[in-house]
């Protein structure tokens, strides 16, 4: 067991964990922040996304002791004061989600795409988004999404 | 009281037709999801799976001793610890009633039949410990040789179940000349073999794995009064049913909870080994279960989809006119008879002749069992595959006859002026215009400018060449009546529940059986509800998916919920505003036939005075004021069972370029206009049409589930299974036209299945209309750029493809469920 001491969504936390221990695992498990999902095995997905220290990552990819020392911020610590981030409301306002499994990743890798690109075209969100797989929108409202969050005119 | 807003009927914007955000979303994009992974009870202990690594084999032992001695493990079962208390996975849909039928134990103890099959499970205190124990489980096997080729194994040359005799399981025919709904079709195609043309053509539909994105999940508590399962499931109500009628738990002791779901496309319209086995363990231990798989697990053990070889013959005069149609399938079952099996197919069997007018049909399914994953369900349901058939059809029979495809189909489709329309599979298409339709998509789509740019390019001889693919579809959808269902041997109905709770500060609760998964149930539903009652939108609460609140329902599947499930919220609410009339009558003093309802409120014609149901509501919770003997409650439930199918229909139109030197295809543009009746809700109808677009494009140009010769799933992980990106992907443009049905009160058609459907062929028409002058009239499924390479630069479709599938490998064909190209001769006019 190894000790690590990190920044969860605003919130300081410590505990003893595996070596092996991923840290979507110790999210979930430990944490209880399901609101982080799990969707494959091979880090194709893109459903675990999160940030840490700011950047997006797949969080089946990091293992917990990675994240000692870090700021991590999930699905669930995005909306600030009750306001959702921009990217939320615009996954609401496109109809940019329908089971919603997907949803967590691919708004947390939208705004990471948005934080490193303001006003991207079409081609580059649907490369930005190419790591987060979704099953149910065919991804037409989730481009449409994104480029609603980055103030741009989308025509349907 | 009170605190309904009134909504004077004069002020009220109608829901129906409104682009309402969905009442789902708030919880979904903020995380505060239950999936059923994510429920944890005390004490809950996690199951891990051992299964076969072998398609066909003898379990000759199982040594549990150094698993059960594992840290934190509980107890390690396999089949031969259970007894009847294990039940039984059901097929539901026998198709003949000879239909040959393995049995299927949810954990066999002497032989397993396809790889992935569970032969041990183990019970620990963690998932991760659980996980680490089944590596220590020591099964020994003796291989059988695995039924894997679909032709081969209709042939008998391997068993897949030696007992059975055979790997035939049903033959299921439909004739037209015998139904009485038609011609003989031997006749037809004998004289167009003289006069006429006759097309025959083989294509392959290949195996699909629905590849939902979150993995089932399963949690079992036996510790209350009532057992309870909550379930990654489409279906909570059959799975309820199931587990009563075979682990011997009587029916009101079980509780099924289908909480968030995400996402299933006919992969979660199932009773699996996963839940059974964790109801068996969580039943043994006393102690709540949870089990989930790994996406591996997934796409190794859930269900596939598709997997058929069609033989197809139409024939047609010489101008075009089509006077028959001769279907023969191969449809691979997999290991087992799954809950609609080869039902799946027979959904496509009276689909083949689609808009057309064909004199003459005949339909025959033989289902075949092999060592593979079993098959069932997936978005279309065998509807994809009989629109995939005839679309192609019609588009070589344009070809042949020289003349454009949509003027080929126009010659031979219902006119909107001859609906209904009774057709050559017994069905009666209630409404439809296909003229509307196909005038507004071929405006969008620039028809004729792109045909132009199409010849310029031919004439030129440029490498990267344009292909237009055209698919005038329809489906039958709704799985309803039940009458039509149990003469095709179902083994239940098509009905819907509804039931519309009105509380006592005016607010409503509206329970329906059908369970959504993604669809936007809460907000379609509340929708309806809201301008049947005249209560406002956000005073609605649409509850589902809970056994123990939703006591009745054949769930979600075959786009029937708001076809028939919206039909019943309709009924249910009828009823309470009967039930309401005559206390309004009582508390307004007057005549009941001089009151009417507009708006959510009661009037009394000629008056000022009237009352809001809400009100009314209020009135019957306290109870004090009611007329004599009435019931103190308006609350009403309906059960509705349609009285035909629901025939949604389109006009697709898809632009590929082709690149004739490397064979890559790229998708320029697509458009399509769909006529779904009556729409609720723009968005969520966008939303299912660009959904339903992309896993129709992704069968025609990506996804194929990949076995090698000894039955191994080689695209057994989202590395290997291509499922669509971002990136690979397109914007649509999607419209509309409206002719309501006229089979319920709505008007409306279903859309859940009608973009997988019609996308498929209107894909592959264009890739091969891009490369047609070079030769190539097919390419086989997936149209990978070898595959297409390979029909520019040689006969057939393209073939096998066993080394771009199979990465991993070094040597050795993809044997299983591959890949002969499809045979094909065309008779007639031009050849």
């Known amino acids: 067991m190894t000790r690590i001491s990190l920044t969860v969504d605003g919130s300081s936390v410590s505990d003893d964990v595996e070596p092996r221990m991923l840290l979507v695992q110790y999210l979930r498990e430990r944490l209880g922040k399901t609101g982080t999902v799990i969707g494959c095995d091979t880090s194709n997905c893109g459903a675990c996304t999160v940030h840490l220290d700011g950047t997006s990552v797949k969080s089946c990819n990091v293992l917990a002791v990675q994240a000692d020392g870090a700021e991590v911020t999930t699905i669930e610590g995005l909306a600030q004061n009750g306001e959702l981030h921009p990217v939320q409301e615009a996954f609401r306002e496109c109809h940019g989600l329908q089971c919603g499994f997907c949803t967590p990743g691919m708004i947390m890798q939208s705004v990471d795409l948005l934080n490193n690109n303001p006003k991207p075209t079409e081609e580059e969100i649907r490369l930005g988004l190419e790591g987060n797989l979704c099953r149910c929108t065919g991804y037409h409202n989730i481009v449409k999404a994104v480029q609603t969050a980055s103030g741009q005119e989308v025509h349907s | 009281m009170t605190v309904t807003d009134e909504r004077p009927s004069d002020a009220i914007e109608k829901e129906i037709g409104r682009d309402r955000r969905r009442k789902e979303d708030q919880r979904l994009i903020t995380g505060r999801t239950r999936w059923t992974d994510n429920i944890v009870l005390p004490g809950i202990l996690h199951l891990a799976m051992v299964r076969s690594p072998f398609a066909h084999a003898t379990i000759t032992s199982i040594d549990v001793s150094a698993a059960k001695a594992a840290t934190n493990v509980v107890d ?45 499970v183990v019970v620990a205190r963690t998932a991760a410990e659980a996980r680490d124990a089944a590596e220590l489980v020591e099964v020994e096997y003796d291989e059988l040789p695995p039924a894997l080729d679909l032709k081969k194994s209709a042939a008998d040359e391997v068993l897949a179940h030696p007992d059975l005799g055979t790997n035939k399981s049903a033959l299921w025919v439909f004739d037209s000349g015998e139904a009485g709904t038609g011609g003989n079709v031997e006749d037809a195609i004998a004289k167009a073999r003289t006069d006429g043309i006759v097309i025959e053509r083989e294509y392959r539909q290949q195996r699909l794995i629905p590849a939902f994105m979150e993995p089932r999940s399963v949690v079992v508590d036996p510790t209350g009064e009532q057992y309870t399962m909550w379930s990654a499931t489409q279906i909570p109500h059959i799975v309820r049913f199931a587990l ?116 003459a049909y005949h339909f025959s399914v033989q289902t075949v069992l092999t060592n593979k994953a079993w098959t069932d369900a997936y978005r ?29 189909r126009e010659k031979n489709w219902i006119k909107h002026e001859e609906f209904p329309f009774t057709t050559v599979a017994g069905l009666e298409y209630d409404s439809g215009n296909y003229e509307a339709a196909t005038a507004k998509a071929k405006e969008m789509f620039g028809y004729d400018e792109l045909r132009a740019e199409q010849k310029r390019r031919r004439d030129a001889g440029d490498t990267v060449q344009l292909g237009i693919g055209i698919s005038t579809f329809t489906e039958m959808c709704g799985l309803a009546p039940s009458r039509v269902l149990g003469q095709l041997d179902y083994g239940a109905g098509g009905w819907e529940h509804a039931s519309v709770r009105m509380l006592a500060t005016g607010k409503v609760e509206v329970v329906t059986g059908a369970s959504a998964h993604g669809q936007g149930h809460e907000t379609a539903f509340s929708q309806i509800v809201a301008d049947r009652l005249g209560v406002a939108f956000e005073d609605v609460e649409v509850l589902h998916g809970d056994t123990q609140i939703s006591h009745k329902g054949l769930d979600t599947y075959g786009s029937r919920s708001l076809v028939v499930g919206g039909e019943a919220l309709v009924k249910a609410a009828d009823k309470v505003v009967e039930k309401a009339k005559p206390i309004a009558a009582h508390l307004l003093e007057a005549s009941v036939d001089d009151l009417e309802f507009s708006g959510g409120r009661f009037t009394v014609r000629g008056t000022d005075q009237g009352m809001a149901i809400g009100e009314i509501a209020t009135a019957v919770f306290a109870a004090h004021n009611l007329p004599d003997n009435t019931e103190p409650s308006i609350d009403a439930e309906a059960t509705y069972d349609p009285v035909n199918f629901n025939y949604p229909h389109g006009t697709h139109l898809c632009a590929m370029e082709v690149d004739t030197e490397t064979g890559a295809v790229k ?69 509309h036209t409206t002719t309501p049905s006229l089979t319920n009160t709505l008007g409306t058609k279903g859309v859940g299945e009608a973009g997988t459907i019609a996308s498929t062929p209107a894909v592959v028409n264009a890739v091969v209309d891009a490369v047609r002058h070079l030769g190539v009239n097919d390419i086989q499924m997936p149209c990978t750029p070898e595959r297409v390479w390979k029909a520019i630069n040689g006969p057939g479709s393209g073939g096998a493809t066993e080394g771009a599938a199979m990465p991993h490998f070094e040597s050795g064909g993809a044997a299983g469920n591959q890949e002969q190209p499809g045979q094909s001769s065309t008779e007639g006019a031009g050849a």
């Open chain 2, 667 to 735: 998708m320029r543009k697509y458009v399509c206009v769909d006529d779904i009746g009556n729409i609720v809700n723009p968005l969520i109808v966008s939303g299912q049409v660009h959904g339903g677009l992309v896993q129709g494009i992704a069968q025609a140009l990506w996804e194929e589930a990949v076995y090698d010769d000894s039955g191994t799933l080689v695209s057994g992980s989202f590395v290997d299974y291509l499922l669509p990106t971002a990136a690979d992907t397109i914007s649509f443009d999607i419209e």
């Open chain 2, 380 to 408: 279309g349901a065998g509807r994809p595959e009989a629109t995939y058939a005839i679309e192609r059809l019609m588009s070589e029979l344009a070809a042949e006859v020289g003349v454009d495809p949509l003027e080929i």
């Open chain 2, 76 to 120: 390690v079962l396999s089949g031969s610890d259970f007894g009847a208390e294990l039940g039984a996975i059901i097929n539901a849909w026998p198709i003949t009633p000879d239909q040959v039928t393995p049995a299927h134990s949810p954990m066999p103890a002497d032989r397993v039949a396809f790889a992935g099959e569970i032969v041990a």
């Open chain 2, 244 to 359: 009563a009628a075979t682990t011997g738990v009587p029916e009101s002791k079980i509780r099924v909870i289908a909480p968030d779901v995400g996402g299933g496309f006919g992969g979660k319209l199932q009773v699996t080994p996963e839940e059974w086995i964790a109801w068996a363990v969580g039943r043994r231990l006393g102690k709540p279960v949870k089990y989930t798989e790994t996406r591996s697990e997934s796409l190794m053990s859930a269900h596939h989809g598709r997997d058929q070889w069609q033989k197809l013959t139409l024939s047609a005069e010489k101008d075009g006119t089509v006077t028959g149609l001769k279907v023969e399938l191969l449809a691979d079952l997999g290991a087992y008879v799954a809950i609609v099996g080869g039902g799946v197919p027979v959904l496509g069997a009276f689909m083949f002749n689609a808009i057309y007018k064909f004199p």
